[in-house]
């Protein structure tokens, strides 16, 4: 836990609206996030909870430099100590390309990072399909025609196969049914040691957290309320908002 | 894939395959000459010899008929080939990347589909002149907006997708989201564009021609032939009958064919 962190975010504060009026009227500026402030160690889970609309998505955003996309603009330090973060989506039917194979897809990455032969991205695609367990021949079909639960292995590999040091996973199981979600867990925690990953893992339910993270940040409305690791933090929560939503976990 | 229940599709295909496949055998060989005239054959009635009849100069109505459809059938390709072209470059800026630009753009589209296509047509021909080039020219311009307009609806619900967006993360370049990324996911929308208007280039022209403003003598499309063929109605019916036959039969392939692709893409996307 001593190795420099993956991630750092100084003083983070984040806004929506505010940007040059149209029509006349100025939209109103909505701070998100206010002074967040925390590190993701190397070969860390760092669990992010709250409720929905406390910004976690927000923060992801922003340490993606996504904020622009949505209308959004931060101020604070965002330090980077890994090539550039990777994400893996809650929504496991809009992750993927329809119109493309899921060899294509997971080709792409490699296509734009270069440096490989056509013949090579193949294996590495393959590879990869084996690690995920669906095996070599997942890469001549559709998204449209796997599970839910394939395409969210899909979309990690897609994630994983340009080997990123930080993996963003914003709800990566909430839209799955729970047996999947125990896979999918298990899944993240092999590529984990395989790849040497960090990953921030978004979540608002504490069973999963629990399950995987080592530390956890709990946010509420934009704050960090609470930090601690995982085992602390569920045996002794300091903040009342903490122990409201350990209460509502039982 | 299942094309069940698509009947629409089968025989859209069937109509406006058999109708391509006899435009573009009319190419290549017809069974008399389109000008070439029988001074003891005129004004014939359909018979074995010639099959929809022969007109007043004697000339074979199924042989005219077969080159006619095959210049309104070139010049319809041409003008969806750059409705299409100029409307996927155009809608797939604005709809991606928005701004004024875009604000602008879809008004200027706006604003032309606003004018009957018709009375734009006729403004642009006595402009640039006549001639099948300018009608080509003419019509293409005037298709641009309603391609643009299919096109940036697609890129616009696209670019906001989950996909997209973990492309940009990956760093994909601009270009190659556009036309590898979105582009693909927008086909069955455009093939059945592509075939309405397909429908509607075959019908502008002729309506045009129909005016005379459009192809010009020697040279027949089925519009300048429907209205020859008025002058004859009374003594010759089957010219006017056949020709407008060959047009309805056209439209009604492709209409058939691209209603049966739009049900097939909406399946496809409840899938």
């Given at each position: 836990?001593?190795?420099?962190?993956?991630?750092?975010?100084?003083?983070?504060?984040?806004?929506?609206?505010?940007?040059?009026?149209?029509?006349?009227?100025?939209?109103?500026?909505?701070?998100?996030?206010?002074?967040?402030?925390?590190?993701?160690?190397?070969?860390?889970?760092?669990?992010?909870?709250?409720?929905?609309?406390?910004?976690?998505?927000?923060?992801?955003?922003?340490?993606?430099?996504?904020?622009?996309?949505?209308?959004?603009?931060?101020?604070?330090?965002?330090?980077?100590?890994?090539?550039?973060?990777?994400?893996?989506?809650?929504?496991?039917?809009?992750?993927?390309?329809?119109?493309?194979?899921?060899?294509?897809?997971?080709?792409?990455?490699?296509?734009?990072?270069?440096?490989?032969?056509?013949?090579?991205?193949?294996?590495?695609?393959?590879?990869?399909?084996?690690?995920?367990?669906?095996?070599?021949?997942?890469?001549?079909?559709?998204?449209?025609?796997?599970?839910?639960?394939?395409?969210?292995?899909?979309?990690?590999?897609?994630?994983?196969?340009?080997?990123?040091?930080?993996?963003?996973?914003?709800?990566?199981?909430?839209?799955?049914?729970?047996?999947?979600?125990?896979?999918?867990?298990?899944?993240?925690?092999?590529?984990?040691?395989?790849?040497?990953?960090?990953?921030?893992?978004?979540?608002?339910?504490?069973?999963?957290?629990?399950?995987?993270?080592?530390?956890?940040?709990?946010?509420?409305?934009?704050?960090?309320?609470?930090?601690?690791?995982?085992?602390?933090?569920?045996?002794?929560?300091?903040?009342?908002?903490?122990?409201?939503?350990?209460?509502?976990?039982? | 894939?299942?094309?069940?229940?698509?009947?629409?599709?089968?025989i859209g295909g069937a109509i406006s395959g058999v109708m391509v496949a006899l435009i573009l055998v009319g190419y290549v060989w017809t069974p008399y000459g389109p000008t070439a005239m029988d001074a003891a054959a005129k004004n014939q009635g359909p018979s074995l010899l010639h099959l929809l009849g022969t007109d007043n100069f004697g000339r074979d109505i199924f042989s005219r008929v077969l080159s006619g459809a095959g210049t309104s059938f070139f010049i319809a390709v041409c003008v969806v080939?750059?409705?299409?072209?100029?409307?996927?470059?155009?809608?797939?800026?604005?709809?991606?990347?928005?701004?004024?630009?875009?604000?602008?753009?879809?008004?200027?589209?706006?604003?032309?589909?606003?004018?009957?296509s018709i009375?734009?047509a006729l403004?642009?021909v006595s402009?640039?002149g006549q001639g099948t080039y300018n009608v080509i020219f003419a019509l293409?311009?005037?298709?641009?907006?309603?391609?643009?307009?299919?096109?940036?609806?697609?890129?616009?619900?696209?670019?906001?997708?989950?996909?997209?967006?973990?492309?940009?993360?990956?760093?994909?370049?601009?270009?190659?989201?556009?036309?590898?990324?979105?582009?693909?996911?927008?086909?069955?929308?455009?093939?059945?564009?592509?075939t309405?208007g397909f429908n509607n280039a075959i019908l502008s022209e002729a309506s045009m021609s129909f005016l005379g403003i459009g192809i010009q003598p020697p040279y027949a499309s089925l519009g300048s032939m429907l209205s020859d063929s008025q002058t004859y109605l009374g003594s010759a019916p089957w010219y006017a009958l056949s020709v407008g036959g060959a047009i309805a039969l056209l439209i009604l392939g492709f209409s058939l064919l691209?209603?049966?692709?739009?049900?097939?893409?909406?399946?496809?996307?409840?899938?």
């Open positions: 836990m001593e190795t420099e962190p993956v991630l750092e975010v100084r003083h983070l504060n984040s806004y929506y609206g505010g940007g040059p009026a149209l029509l006349g009227r100025k939209s109103a500026r909505k701070q998100v996030l206010h002074d967040v402030s925390f590190h993701i160690a190397q070969g860390e889970i760092l669990g992010l909870v709250g409720e929905s609309g406390c910004g976690k998505t927000t923060l992801s955003r922003a340490i993606l430099g996504m904020l622009g996309d949505y209308g959004g603009t931060c101020d604070g330090e965002i330090i980077h100590r890994s090539r550039r973060p990777q994400m893996v989506f809650q929504d496991p039917f809009s992750s993927l390309n329809p119109a493309h194979t899921v060899g294509w897809i997971l080709e792409e990455p490699l296509r734009v990072t270069g440096g490989l032969t056509a013949e090579q991205r193949r294996a590495a695609v393959e590879e990869m399909l084996v690690k995920i367990g669906l095996g070599p021949e997942f890469a001549q079909r559709r998204p449209w025609e796997l599970s839910g639960g394939q395409r969210q292995r899909i979309s990690i590999a897609s994630a994983v196969i340009t080997h990123p040091k930080l993996i963003l996973a914003d709800e990566p199981v909430s839209a799955l049914d729970v047996t999947i979600q125990a896979q999918i867990l298990q899944l993240l925690v092999d590529l984990k040691k395989e790849y040497d990953l960090s990953y921030l893992f978004i979540s608002h339910d504490l069973n999963v957290v629990y399950q995987i993270c080592s530390r956890v940040i709990v946010m509420k409305k934009g704050h960090i309320v609470e930090e601690n690791t995982v085992d602390e933090l569920f045996a002794h929560p300091q903040h009342p908002y903490t122990r409201q939503l350990l209460a509502a976990a039982e | 894939m299942k094309e069940k229940g698509n009947p629409l599709l089968y080939a750059i409705g299409c072209v100029f409307g996927i470059l155009i809608g797939s800026l604005c709809g991606y990347f928005g701004g004024p630009a875009d604000v602008i753009l879809t008004r200027v589209c706006d604003s032309i589909t606003a004018f009957p009375l734009l403004v642009v402009i640039i293409g311009v005037l298709f641009i907006p309603s391609f643009a307009r299919i096109v940036r609806g697609e890129f616009a619900r696209c670019r906001d997708l989950n996909y997209i967006r973990s492309a940009r993360l990956v760093g994909v370049g601009k270009v190659r989201i556009l036309f590898s990324h979105i582009l693909p996911n927008t086909m069955p929308v455009l093939l059945s564009a592509v309405i691209s209603e049966g692709l739009q049900r097939r893409a909406q399946r496809d996307q409840e899938v």
